[in-house]
């Protein structure tokens, strides 16, 4: 879920994972010391370890995952 209409950081796209989420990384890359990047995909877990707290979000992670 985004928090951009609540941070203090206004120009930082940022978001909040629900505990439990599921990544696998797609690539890796430092392109200078102490800087990494790495492109994370999301996930559908073979077990549910947490019910989604909203209805819908199940589903949308399906659509956004596929």
Do not use: C, W
């Not at 073979?46 to 819908?56: A, R």
């Amino acid at each position: 879920r985004t928090i951009k209409a609540h941070s203090h950081f206004v120009t930082e796209d940022e978001i909040l994972l629900l505990s439990g989420t599921h990544m696998v990384a797609q690539s890796q890359l430092s392109p200078a010391d102490n800087l990494y990047i790495i492109h994370l995909k999301q996930v559908v877990p073979k077990t549910t370890l947490l019910e989604p707290p909203f209805e819908g979000i199940s589903n949308n992670l399906q659509l956004l995952t596929k």
